[in-house]
């Protein structure tokens, strides 16, 4: 690359936020950092090749240090302690509904990986008769039969994510990150999808920039996964705190309005 050279980073696709290259030499407050990580595929500059073989590059604008960091913490402190408090009353009438409508607990804990490849619990409302650990899953389809009537509105408006507001004080997840899929999902898509270990550079999020372009729902195949997985790392590649802020706006439009989930 010629000295003085600005390098473009490929971020292809119609991601909503940008298109074609992604111009390192934009991106504000000297927030791009290239991240090395074994077994990720690689991202490299447009028009080079990158050698190695354990360790691959990948980048990502959303920084580690600095202000960035704190201040997305501070927004999920601050956002999950008063949804929390706010959101109380609402969800203890989830709580007793959930008893009156089924037998079983109110909530269920799974299994699924976080920041760094790191195992975490994840905790939700019960939505279904049966809970699975997350190892072994099938993914809920139209009219499923281990759905709840209290679940299956719940489902559709999200309302089953809001005990991760828990999560988020844990520091766990994030209020705005790639959502986190079950084990079992990563075992079958980390393979064929490609890109997809690069969703765990971050927090997981309750909500994400996939979820309100529309991914919500089963992902039956690997291409609907790829959709979701494109959308997640156009969010890391582009991130700021408006882009959060954004993200958190729309999830409240897509809870009244979305009916994808089920």
Request: aromatic share 6%; proline share 6%; net charge positive.
């Amino acid at each position: 690359m010629a000295r003085g050279a600005r390098p473009q980073f490929r971020a292809g696709g119609d991601d909503g936020i940008g298109r074609g290259g992604l111009d390192a030499g934009g991106l504000s407050g000297g927030s791009l950092a290239l991240l090395f990580a074994p077994g990720l595929p690689t991202l490299a500059p447009a028009g080079e090749a990158v050698a190695g073989t354990a360790a691959r590059a990948f980048v990502t604008s959303m920084p580690r240090r600095g202000m960035g960091p704190a201040l997305k913490r501070a927004l999920d402190i601050a956002g999950a302690t008063a949804g929390l408090l706010l959101l109380l009353p609402l969800l203890l009438a989830i709580a007793v509904l959930i008893k009156w409508d089924s037998p079983g607990p109110v909530l269920f804990r799974q299994s699924r990986i976080g920041l760094g490849n790191r195992p975490f619990r994840v905790w939700k409302f019960r939505t279904m008769t049966c809970c699975e650990n997350g190892a072994v899953v099938r993914q809920a389809r139209r009219d499923d039969p281990r759905v709840t009537r209290i679940g299956r509105i719940l489902r559709r408006t999200s309302l089953d994510e809001l005990p991760q507001l828990v999560n988020v004080l844990l520091g766990s997840m994030s209020l705005v990150g790639p959502r986190p899929h079950a084990v079992a999902h990563d075992a079958q898509f980390s393979g064929v999808v490609a890109r997809y270990a690069e969703r765990h550079a971050v927090r997981p999020g309750i909500t994400g920039w996939a979820q309100v372009r529309g991914c919500r729902g089963e992902t039956p195949n690997a291409a609907a996964m790829q959709r979701r997985v494109d959308l997640d790392l156009a969010y890391i590649a582009h991130w700021s705190l408006l882009l959060d802020l954004v993200i958190l706006a729309l999830t409240l439009r897509e809870v009244f309005r979305s009916q994808a989930a089920y």
